[in-house]
């Protein structure tokens, strides 16, 4: 989410530069996509404007599938698609080490499950419309069933349910 970064960057005094569309952003050699969750504070992907291949409706898409198998917030204000100016080899501020802006399609190696590392850089670079909605299926119910057993006892003593603040998918798994 731009308004996160752009805060830090005031913060830091440094210059904070986005764009609206993909079309605007193209007459930048430095503006990169970035995929995060957490209201900006994991960063799941980067990549130079100029090699994405795909539309925003597509990484919108692709931003959801992530959260969905790793935050689960469904929320599409939390997260979000910013196009933003980061030259190449220059980190993007967030949580878990941030992101990392280079000469292709970055995906974070903790925060987004390994095997779909592939599947959204393909996303992004126009070779797929989405990530295969059954191993979006199987990473989910994986991820779920890890939050349960490490949530269900803490939860219940704060008079929670153990998934109290997880929500479908902000773009349904259809297929």
């Not at 980067?46 to 992530?66: E, H, K, M, Q, Y």
Request: proline fraction near 6%.
């Amino acid at each position: 989410m731009h308004e996160t970064r752009s805060f830090l960057a005031e913060a830091l005094g440094t210059e904070y530069v986005w764009y609206p569309t993909l079309a605007e952003a193209a007459r930048d050699p430095n503006a990169a996509v970035v995929l995060s969750g957490d209201y900006g504070g994991t960063i799941f992907l980067t990549a130079p404007v100029r090699l994405v291949g795909c539309d925003l409706g597509a990484l919108r898409t692709l931003v959801s599938d992530l959260d969905a198998v790793s935050w689960m917030s469904g929320d599409p204000t939390i997260a979000t698609v910013a196009i933003e100016r980061h030259p190449g080899g220059t980190g993007v501020l967030g949580g878990d080490g941030g992101g990392l802006v280079t000469d292709g399609v970055w995906v974070h190696p903790r925060r987004v499950p390994e095997e779909i590392h592939d599947q959204a850089r393909d996303v992004v670079l126009g070779r797929r419309a989405r990530i295969d909605v059954d191993v979006l299926r199987l990473l989910r119910e994986r991820e779920l069933a890890r939050r349960k057993e490490r949530r269900a006892a803490h939860a219940s003593r704060l008079g929670l349910a153990w998934d109290f603040d997880i929500s479908p998918p902000a773009v349904p798994f259809e297929g």
